[in-house]
């Protein structure tokens, strides 16, 4: 007999995780969601190609015309054929989806099929608020930003929004080619005509190829929307699929007030584009007195609707030691990006390395987006 918990070390932030088989976590699920009560579980598997409409379209026409991709200047789908979606889907009584979630997988093995429907369901029961890993409700993210993690988020919303009363999250996929209809057009004439792209002056798709994108939508009893949030991202490996949809999550939830400092980047890249640059000492000022005043809306305060003492009160001190949390942290992403873990002594000396590191595994995936392109090329 499995353990019902388990403890592991997190690879990306070197966090010490107690976490919750799925097993475990069923028999909690089913009696909230029962089978007897009419709610069921569906299973839908297609392919990561099928999710990209405008790339499969213009392949269609290369192959309409007995093209190769290549003749017309398209990336192939080597890498894409072995590479499966499987959503999960909560249905009701009534047959309407009362929640989706979704994992991708390359599968290479018979053992990855399997593996990769056990992440779909685990996916759904978290997104119920069913969650396998015990988080910390907070965290402090680099220059001291305290964040609510979003799983600590979801029963506020689960309580504003609640299933049984017929709101919905439905989650939906398409390709940023799909949302370029006009662009599009002109590569599908290209195409029909046997020509590639820089043939007629357009740019090609290297660059879009498996860029995608994840929209959370919550539907009222009407079944109309209430809020939408999307997020785009280029899936170069298969946790990039749940990291994206968990990015249109977050950015759901977001919207409807359950953490919307994760729109603050949005909002200052947007000033920035006007020539406007916030005056950081009134930045200051104003997160000061957030972390004073529970009643300030940006206050770190909890959203489950009572009172909560704010957090980070007074900054953390970047002469203080070095704890074993975050040393892990460093070394784990040293360890993935392949360079020596720096001399740490303070907490200053975390946060100057994990930005060096990050700059690297930044530059990582960046490399790794341009060996795919020249590979498709």
């Known amino acids: 007999m499995t353990e019902k918990f388990i403890k592991f070390t997190d690879n990306d932030s070197g966090r010490q ?34 999710v990209q409409t405008g790339r499969v379209s213009l392949m269609r026409e290369a192959v309409i015309a007995s093209k190769k991709p290549s003749d017309v200047g398209l990336p192939g789908i080597q890498d894409d054929v072995d590479v ?16 989706n979630a979704s994992a991708a997988m390359s599968i290479r093995e018979k053992m990855d ?30 220059d001291d930003v305290i964040y ?4 600590a988020r979801i029963p506020a919303f689960l309580k504003a929004y609640p299933p049984k009363e017929g ?66 991202m280029q899936v170069l490996e298969f946790k990039d699929f749940e990291k994206l949809e968990t990015a249109a999550n977050q950015r759901l939830l977001a919207a409807l007030g359950f953490g919307g400092e994760v729109f603050d980047e949005d909002e200052n890249a947007d000033l920035a584009a006007q020539g406007r640059t916030p005056d950081a000492s009134s930045t200051a000022e104003s997160s000061a007195g957030a972390s004073a005043s529970p009643s300030a809306p940006s ?8 009172a909560s003492t704010p957090v980070g009160s007074e900054p953390p ?19 993935r990006v392949g360079a020596s873990v720096p001399p740490l002594k303070t907490r200053s000396d975390v946060k100057q390395a994990r930005r060096q590191l990050s700059a690297l595994d930044r530059q990582r995936r960046t490399g790794a987006r341009t060996e795919q392109n020249a590979a498709t090329a």
Do not use: H, M
């Not at 609510?148 to 799983?151: G, I, L, N, T």
């Open 317 to 335: 001190d970047d002469s203080a030691e070095v704890t074993a949390a975050e040393r892990r942290q460093i070394e784990n992403l040293a360890s």
């Open 17 to 50: 995780v107690t976490y919750e088989r799925y097993a475990a976590r069923l028999p909690a699920f089913l009696k909230e969601y029962g089978p007897k009560d009419g709610y069921r579980v569906e299973i839908e598997w297609t392919d990561l190609l099928a």
């Open 299 to 306: 206050a770190p305060l909890s959203f489950e609707g009572s």
């Open 167 to 232: 709101y919905c999250v439905v989650i939906s996929w398409t390709d940023l080619l799909s949302l370029q209809t006009g662009r599009l057009s002109l590569l599908r004439e290209a195409v029909i005509a046997g020509r590639k792209p820089s043939d007629v002056g357009l740019p090609g798709i290297e660059n879009d190829v498996n860029t995608l994108v994840c929209t959370a939508r919550v539907l009222d009893p009407q079944e109309q929307v209430v809020r939408s949030g999307s997020a785009t």
């Open 84 to 99: 499966l979606v499987c959503t999960a889907k909560l249905l009701d009584a009534q047959k309407r989806i009362v929640r």
């Open 113 to 142: 099929f399997r593996t990769l429907e056990t992440a779909a369901n685990q996916r759904l029961l978290a997104a119920l608020g069913f969650v396998g890993e015990a988080l910390d409700a907070q965290v402090t993210l680099e």
């Open 148 to 151: 609510k993690r979003y799983a």
